[in-house]
């Protein structure tokens, strides 16, 4: 659980990115792309201000095996609590380690500043990236998509990516669905269309096919939150070889209070474990 734990959010960081970048895009018109990859760009920036938490149960397919959890935002950082594991109770060695590790957020003020610390700072690069975007990707209006508005993007030629993750995502190409009358991202799928080299690859790559896809769903007019990510990428790291792979599905969305930290979700989760058919983890206690 470690390891899965510390693999993801290298795999979603990019997945988050291109969900932010594309949220909020204007209505389809004769507006020029680049203006209106702009305009999305700071409505996105303005949004990510209000930072609305949300409760949901997570299922994630990875490493062949799927995990169910329970995953609470909170101002310190998402929580998330184990429920299943390949559809079964955790053995009690996964529910001694996901105790012990939620047990040390509840008693060590360093981890729930480390957890903050982290989440900021994947935070601080999606905005840095929002403020970039309009100049990373060429779009094309390919009409529409039943009823919703299908564009086309593939990687500006005339870009120079500063960092190794504007560097990877500039090599993607693929659609998005726009939702028009909220104008919100329905749907990303992207690929990389040639192999991504870190320092002329010295540092390592990642494979040409590597997929990432993002579906969204509307939750009330104008809110929106990620329903599905799968991430499929391979390459090196130095001498090491990587594997990406991630299949994430949210579900059961509901809104906790912006002021949610760490004890509070910890009560809510202890609440709630009873109805997940789950014994009370009373050992967090």
């Not at 792309?33 to 920036?45: F, S």
């Not at 303005?46 to 938490?53: A, S, T």
């Not at 500063?162 to 990877?168: F, K, N, V």
Request: proline residues 7%; charged residues 25%; aromatic residues 6%.
């Amino acid at each position: 659980m470690t390891m899965l734990r510390n693999s993801i959010p290298d795999c979603r960081l990019v997945a988050l990115v291109i969900f932010c970048v594309l949220s909020a895009l204007p209505q389809l018109s004769a507006q020029h792309p680049k203006q209106l990859m702009t305009e999305a760009c700071e409505n996105e920036l303005r949004q990510r201000e209000q930072n609305p938490l949300w409760a949901s149960q997570v299922e994630r397919s990875t490493a062949g095996h799927v995990y169910r959890e329970e995953e609470i935002d909170t101002v310190d950082g998402p929580l998330d609590y184990l429920l299943s594991v390949d559809g079964h109770e955790p053995s009690p060695s996964e529910r001694k380690q996901d105790d012990d590790r939620l047990r040390d957020l509840r008693e060590n003020p360093k981890a729930r500043l480390t957890l903050k610390k982290n989440r900021d700072a994947e935070e601080r690069k999606v905005d840095d990236l929002l403020r970039v975007i309009p100049n990373v990707f060429l779009f094309e209006d390919q009409g529409k998509q039943g009823n919703l508005e299908r564009l086309a993007f593939s990687p500006n030629p005339a870009y120079k990516p500063a960092t190794y993750l504007e560097t990877a995502l500039h090599a993607l190409s693929g659609v998005v669905l726009i939702d028009p009358m909220d104008k919100r991202l329905a749907q990303f799928s992207g690929t990389l269309t040639q192999q991504v080299n870190f320092a002329h690859g010295l540092l390592g790559h990642l494979n040409k096919g590597g997929m990432i896809e993002v579906n969204r769903v509307r939750l009330s007019p104008g809110l929106w939150e990620t329903r599905l990510i799968r991430t499929d990428l391979d390459g090196r790291a130095l001498f090491k070889s990587i594997s990406k792979q991630l299949d994430e599905t949210r579900s059961n969305f509901e809104p906790v209070p912006p002021d949610t930290n760490i004890p509070i979700a910890m009560e809510r989760i202890t609440r709630k474990s009873a109805s997940f058919s789950q014994p009370t983890p009373g050992n967090i206690e």
